[in-house]
């Protein structure tokens, strides 16, 4: 059964969020299933536009029979009467098969004209049946002090084990602008059930802090077939301003400023094309692109999110064509911090630019919020180069990244809290002080 698009006529307040659907097999229903939807809207996110600070996207989830989709918005405010509203009309709505036998429909909305740096109050619902209302605040480039949360994968163990890493990170920064996830959300593609654990899981945060996904290699069915889960575009809308060269590109590859930093988000997993030369025009094309974004990037700070790690910390699973044709591009833009998932360890360094007691290059990390750990083997950072200064396995991690200026701070806690990790980077007129916080080494 294909899937069906229905198309909502919006008001000339909300900007179009293009998302794109997928056909499933309908399996036998199972309608009273615990992640089955409803009329109530459930499943809520606030997504990165390509400007933060004056619009803001949201998607939500409902039973098919919503026949008027639609999201409100005010300035917050103590004044419980004082509410100005704007209800702008759902722009796009998909509906899905599911893996459970039940269709469900995702809505996305946007809301324009918003002012940098202003509180709002948003909910989503029918027009009868709402969410409760709830907080978010635009971007401000001009902002002093950002937090941002970062996560490695998800993947596993997430209903029981991390629902406490998420909660972990929120209660050390319920002001974050973003959580950043680099790839692998779910363990099993298209599995309703695990979408929905993530969403119950992460609880609040996604409803009050933008949601800043890379796709990693579990979103897909598998490397043959090259087809990424619909839950994926249905749940995350995403700004539509990556390269042109492949479809897989769409929403997968983006960037979005928060405040005074700018996160770009690659799709690094470059195996779903079947020969090698398709593999590295998939690599050719981002780097090209994002040299682009680099060069025009009026941000103090910039992230790079991405699945595949640079380099690899797992047996077997080096990624040298990804080395060769991003890492320059990462060293030439001096990128400040880039965040990688899909080897379930921790490991921080640089690739060997030592002056002194201070460091200049990017610093690369790969870590994994899942309880799933894998082996720990750094050969493939030594051997090209990289100085490790963390690495271990077998703990579930969380980030937090704390902008203060022109000073950047990363920090690494486990699940407990407990700090295993620390970086500061500088911007010191055209230079940049990269210094590892001592204390912290090899385990």
Known sequence: MPTSLTRALAPAAVTAVIVATAALATPTPTSDAPSAPSPTADRIVLNPTTDNATTQSVTWRSATDVTAPQ????????????????????????????????????????FTDLE??????????????????????????????????????IQT????????????????????????????????????????????????????????????????????????????????ALPDNGPDDFEHFDETVYYTDVDDVRVVTLNSYYRIPLDKADEQRWLDAQAEWLDGVLTDNPREFTIVNMHYPVYSSSPDRANPELRATIEPVLEEHEVDLVLQGH???????????????????PVFVTSSSSIRQYPLDYSDWLDNGAEIKTAFHSRSTYQLIDVEGRKLTYTAKDSTGQLVDQWTIEHRGDTRKVRHVDGIGVQ
Request: proline share 6%; net charge negative; hydrophobic share 30%.
């Open 343 to 361: 080897d379930h360890a921790y490991v921080s360094g640089q690739r060997n630019a030592a002056k002194g007691r201070y460091e200049s290059g």
């Open 116 to 153: 940098p740096g202003t509180p709002y109050l948003y909910r989503v619902g029918d027009g009868s049946a709402w969410s409760p209302w709830m907080p978010f605040t635009t971007s401000d480039p001009s902002a002093s002090r950002t937090s941002l949360i970062a996560m490695g994968d």
């Open 71 to 110: 999201a409100q918005i005010s300035p917050d405010t103590a004044n419980p009467w004082g509410f100005q509203t704007t209800t702008v009309a759902a722009d796009e709505t998909q509906e899905q098969d599911t893996d459970l036998g039940y269709r469900h429909a995702f809505h996305s909305a946007t």
């Open 157 to 236: 163990g997430i209903a029981d084990q991390w629902t406490r890493v998420a909660l972990a990170a929120t209660q050390d920064r319920p002001g974050a602008r973003a959580m950043i996830t680099v790839g692998d959300q779910i363990n099993n593609f298209n599995n309703d059930a695990q979408w929905d654990q993530l969403l119950t899981a992460a609880g609040s945060t996604p409803r009050q802090m933008q949601w800043i996904p890379a796709v990693g290699n579990h979103e897909y069915r598998s490397t043959d077939s090259g087809e990424l889960t619909p839950q994926f575009r249905g749940q995350f």
